[in-house]
T-cell receptor, first 115, second 112 residues
Framework: DGGITQSPKYLFRKEGQNVTLSCEQN?????MYWYRQDPGQGLRLIYY???????QKGDIAEGYSVSREKKESFPLTVTSAQKNPTAFYLC??????????????FGQGTRLTVV | AQSVTQPDIHITVSEGASLELRCNYS??????LFWYVQSPGQGLQLLLK??????LVQGIKGFEAEFKRSQSSFNLRKPSVHWSDAAEYFC??????????FGTGTSLTVIP
């Protein structure tokens, strides 16, 4: 079945550590996105990518980094510079970039907790 | 500023009652419009979308939404709610840019 796979489902990080969240899609979509979800704040865009080897910052990119070396993969690294990383992280993809009439498909999310 | 507003943070309805969830947006032109549903600890699932044409859009699970250009609204409706509809609902827009913009969500509780 085609879809978006995020792993792990739960992740625990110690203070000062970097962690990487995985996102893989087999939908042959060009665009991929990372969102952060906090209670009462909806989804906030961290980074997005429209094509391999290219990505742009979203609204809350500070303390995060991404790469897009393959079309199907868009990993997110939460660095130690992110002061409040505990949140639910959602990866999404779309066949074309937003604004072309395509919808976003979402993974099941990764819950990151700082311990 | 561009925004998506869902004015109701939380709604409670009785099973079998009708439902309307509100969504307003502020963009210069009519964007593409979406409604998504999220169960606890899960990703978002698309309920329906509006691109152009008929302003009443049918979606999955018996949901429909009506686009009203004059009110910049895209309200979600269901004639008869089922207990399994309890979830969080997000309105989203995609203007002629590279991003999807999401509202803050409406949490739906269904009373037996």
């Amino acid at each position: 079945d085609g879809g978006i796979t995020q792993s792990p489902k739960y992740l625990f990080r110690k203070e000062g550590q970097n962690v990487t969240l995985s996102c893989e899609q087999n939908l042959n979509h060009d665009a991929m996105y990372w969102y952060r979800q906090d209670p009462g704040q909806g989804l906030r865009l961290i980074y997005y990518s429209q094509i391999v080897n290219d990505f742009q910052k979203g609204d809350i990119a500070e303390g995060y980094s991404v790469s897009r070396e393959k079309k199907e993969s868009f990993p997110l690294t939460v660095t130690s510079a992110q002061k409040n990383p505990t949140a639910f992280y959602l990866c999404a993809s779309s066949i074309g970039f937003a604004g072309t009439g395509t919808e976003a498909f979402f993974g099941q999310g990764t819950r990151l907790t700082v311990v | 500023a561009q925004s998506v507003t869902q004015p109701d943070i939380h709604i409670t309805v009785s099973e079998g009652a009708s439902l309307e969830l509100r969504c307003n947006y502020s963009y210069g032109a009519t964007p593409y419009l979406f409604w998504y549903v999220q169960s606890p600890g899960q990703g978002l699932q698309l309920l329906l979308k509006y691109f152009s044409g008929d302003t009443l859009v049918q979606g999955i699970k018996g949901f429909e939404a009506e686009f009203k250009r004059s009110q910049s609204s895209f309200n979600l409706r269901k004639p008869s709610v089922h207990w399994s509809d309890a979830a969080e609902y997000f309105c989203a827009v995609a203007p002629t840019s590279n991003q999807f913009y999401f509202g803050t969500g409406t949490s739906l509780t269904v009373i037996p």
